[in-house]
């Protein structure tokens, strides 16, 4: 059994001394929110992770699944603890006024010049993981194990976990006792947040080509119009949630991205559906990507279409499901240390993550939990005004948690989630 009060006091002891680093990791955050990073393209974060590891006297490797940073703290006999942190920022266009804010362009994947903005937190999340790994490191007396940070690439795509895996995360380094990981989402700053079971959904995104024939826009007759087509089958996938999903179940089909055309009088050969997929269980998923298909190819063939539209997957995110007996053992720290006000229980959210490949990889507990980023008093006035939609959300331009004490909150998280396996007793 653990030993409660070891962690507990273990966990203040090593925090005390956060306090003479915040200057310094403030400093780290800012600097990582003005250089954002696209999709495993993240060599100057990641150089940055790997410089504060061999500071704190890691064993460092980088270059793992192409620009992640994985460091190994070996502290004595004991659990194995793997600490993640995702790097990458989005092809999005910073809008907060912040005076760091992101003004940086870069090219993408296929090509294309992109603004680029740490629009959904993972600037936090590096400075969070560095500033725990740290003060884990100052602190070896308090602890014994081996302590595995893990700055991880290409989130955003859901490419970077599984780049890990495939160059040989699970023969280069040791297999951890657990997984942990958090995300800064929109909620009380200074407040942790998680749950047993299912924590995040879910995600799989398609693309979808409808064909059609062109011709002038005076002579419509003359064509089978995909733009027609492209709305019909719009409208018709909203009415999979509606009409096909039960009430007790959970899904969202969202089209992110409609194209056709380039000219007003001229009726395009073809049109472009993207859409992305939200479930919480197997089987609703199963049939909600069985009746896209379904609709899809009736909506061509209803229009007359000379060939069958093409389905493409873009990429998926595993369903993210958290250990029950870990996840029991994450929040009797958290209630240790945090008060009580601070500790909340929430549902899964619909947001996804490939946070829960390392721990299905390695087939050992995984837990993920969320730390809010939103001003108390914004919070809280926008709570009590029925206006909580109104903030600005991960991906939103607009997105910026307020540092403090988002900062502390976070580095606290993973300090007592960490103790609650390196600080056990051995009973």
């Not at 910073?94 to 993408?108: F, I």
């Not at 709570?383 to 109104?390: H, P």
Request: hydrophobic fraction near 45%; aromatic fraction near 6%.
């Amino acid at each position: 059994m653990m030993a409660e009060h070891t962690t507990q006091n273990g966990a203040s002891s090593i925090l005390a001394n956060m306090g003479t680093l915040l200057s310094d990791l403030e400093a780290l955050y800012k600097d990582i929110h003005s250089h954002p990073e696209l999709s495993m393209q993240e060599t100057r974060t990641a150089g940055l992770a790997a410089d504060r590891l061999k500071k704190a006297g890691y064993e460092v490797t980088t270059g793992v699944g192409k620009t992640g940073v994985v460091g190994l703290l070996r502290n004595g006999d004991g659990p194995t603890v793997m600490l993640r942190a995702d790097m990458d920022a989005l092809p999005i266009a910073e809008n907060t006024g912040l005076p760091y804010a992101s003004k940086v362009m870069a090219t993408d994947a296929d090509g294309n010049t992109v603004p680029v903005g740490h629009m959904c937190g993972h600037d936090m999340h590096v400075t969070w993981l560095a500033g725990a790994a740290t003060l884990l490191s100052q602190a070896r007396n308090t602890w014994k194990g081996t302590l595995m940070a893990v700055f991880q690439p290409g989130e955003e795509t859901a490419q970077g976990a599984q780049a890990m895996i495939d160059d040989g995360l699970l023969k280069r380094f040791p297999m951890p006792n657990v997984v942990l990981g958090q995300h800064v989402m929109v909620g009380p700053a200074g407040s942790v947040a998680g749950s047993a079971g299912p924590i995040t959904s879910a995600a799989d995104s398609l693309q979808i080509r409808l064909f059609g024939r062109g011709a002038h826009g005076s002579m419509p007759q003359a064509s089978i119009d995909p733009v027609v087509m492209a709305a019909s089958t719009v409208l018709r996938l909203q009415t999979i949630v509606s009409r096909e999903v039960a009430a007790t179940d959970a899904a969202v089909v969202t089209i992110g991205v409609l194209q056709a055309g380039t000219k007003e009088n001229v009726i395009p050969d073809d049109a472009i559906i993207k859409l992305n997929v939200r479930t919480f269980d197997a089987g609703v998923r199963k049939h909600v990507l069985e009746a896209i298909e379904r609709i899809v190819n009736a909506e061509a063939e209803a229009s007359g279409a000379p060939r069958k539209p093409e389905i493409t997957p873009l990429d998926r995110y595993p369903l993210n499901v958290n250990d029950e007996t870990a996840s029991n053992r994450i929040a009797e720290a958290f209630r240790g240390y945090f008060s009580s006000d601070r500790v909340k229980h929430t549902g899964p959210a619909p947001a996804s993550e490939d946070f829960g490949c390392f721990g299905t990889a390695w087939q050992v507990p995984s837990v993920f939990w969320f730390v809010g980023g939103t001003d108390p008093a914004v919070y809280a006035k926008a709570k009590a005004a029925g206006k909580l939609n109104e903030l600005p959300v991960n991906h939103s331009p607009q997105f910026a948690p307020v540092l403090h004490p988002t900062l502390e909150t976070g580095i606290a998280a993973l300090v007592v989630g960490a103790l609650a396996w390196l600080g056990a007793d051995k009973s």
